[in-house]
């Protein structure tokens, strides 16, 4: 394959290259795909590496930057979150996304938070993918946020810089300068190389049995396999509740005696129960206690609750990545107390019908849906989001 041929006219448009480029292993890289890839895509790859082009689009590479960047969870996160936001916006039924046979396939995002792919259903020759747009600011519009421009990668950068390209809903990308640097949050970004996948801790057919059956710690074991040694913290239960001022209930112990401090389904968060320091579960429940009683004070509509240690009090325990808390309300014997989410982005709801355990496996397998407990999408794989991380010492 020649590349000079695509590199040379990106250069006298943009100019040379002025960063070292990231190696790809495009064997690699095509080989997990299960696609091979627009040449222009990999000339212009393995001669500038990730480009910030006209200020205003991003051309996202096979690269990595530790904690900023991994392309392959990219692309995954990218073709969820536009099937997602599709189903709110004309024509509300979502396109097929790749790894789905002829699906869209990510290659950049711009500034204005929208995205842009290949349309690999269009022929079996990559370097005849025509460019789509995923135009957020057009979700209400009649036409929706999806445009197809009738060209390749390379063309419709240079289209972009030109004469602008057309937007859903009458807008334009550009008239764009003709710049192209390293993206600046990719500086020191390095190669990439496919995910190995990881060794089974419980086979994977055990675990879809227990998406429809099962019940108890048994079910919640094979949807989340707990880690071999839980981290709980250096104190005692009995330190615990002294803090507190009250014991828990013992289905939560349990679990915790289980799994320990960690995060389920990478939404939700369980902090070190028996560790008395500042990262401990007495600490946390402070904290957010402080909290909750200011804001009651200012907006007691939206803030409802009683906060323990008043009688009936909202005691949390647990809290989403989005800042949602689960807790109990503290009325009579703790293992009878009800659960109760406090969503940060909606209404206060009514308590949860179950116990712990019940409450989790509901929320796993979809039967649950409540402010505050994220919901998975009706066309994710649930076996991808549902697991737990463990928390070691910190």
């Not at 792919?117 to 990559?126: G, I, N, V």
Request: proline share 13%; with cysteine.
């Amino acid at each position: 394959m020649r590349h000079s041929a695509p590199v040379n006219e990106f250069a006298a448009l943009f100019g040379p290259p002025q960063a070292e480029p990231v190696t790809v292993d495009w064997n690699a890289v095509e080989s997990w795909l299960g696609l091979p890839l627009p040449s222009d895509y990999k000339a212009l790859v393995t001669a500038y590496g990730p480009l910030d082009i006209g200020e205003a689009i991003w051309l996202h590479t096979p690269c990595a930057l530790p904690g900023r960047f991994d392309y392959g969870e990219w692309l995954k996160t990218t073709h969820r979150d536009c099937r997602i936001l599709s189903r709110s916006a004309p024509p509300y039924e979502p396109p097929a996304f790749h790894p789905a046979q002829g699906g869209l396939l990510a290659w950049g995002t711009t500034r204005s938070a929208s995205y842009l792919f290949w349309d690999t259903s269009a022929s079996a020759d990559p370097d005849e993918w025509p460019v789509v747009i995923f135009y957020r600011d057009a979700m209400a519009t009649d036409g929706g946020p999806w445009h197809t421009y009738d060209s390749a990668l390379l063309e419709t950068l240079s289209t972009a810089v030109r004469t602008g390209l057309p937007l859903p809903g009458g807008h334009t990308l550009g008239p764009l300068p003709a710049t192209a640097r390293r993206t600046a949050f990719l500086p020191g970004a390095i190669p990439w190389s496919p995910p190995v996948p990881e060794p089974e801790v419980v086979p994977v057919a055990l675990r879809r049995a227990a998406l429809a059956q099962g019940t108890g710690m048994e079910a919640l074991h094979l949807l989340a396999p707990p880690p071999d040694v839980p981290y709980l913290g250096d104190g005692t239960w009995d330190g615990l509740f002294e803090a507190l001022g009250t014991p828990l209930p013992s289905e939560y112990v349990t679990l915790m005696e289980s799994y320990g401090s960690g995060c389920f389904s990478n939404w939700l968060r369980f902090s070190p129960p028996t560790r008395l320091d500042e990262n401990g579960l007495a600490r946390f429940a402070e904290e957010v206690l402080d909290g909750y009683r200011h804001l009651r004070e200012a907006l007691p509509a939206y803030y409802p609750l009683p906060a323990w240690p008043e009688p009936g009090g909202f005691l949390p325990f647990a809290d989403s990545i989005e800042g949602d808390y689960l807790g109990w309300l503290t009325e009579g014997d703790p293992d009878t107390w009800p659960l109760i989410v406090h969503p940060r982005h909606a209404d206060q709801g009514p308590p949860l019908p179950g116990g712990l355990v019940d409450t989790l496996l509901d929320w796993m397998r979809g039967r649950l849906e409540t402010e505050g407990l994220a919901v998975l999408d009706e066309d994710d794989d649930p076996l991808e989001f549902l697991g737990f991380e463990p928390y070691t010492r910190f």
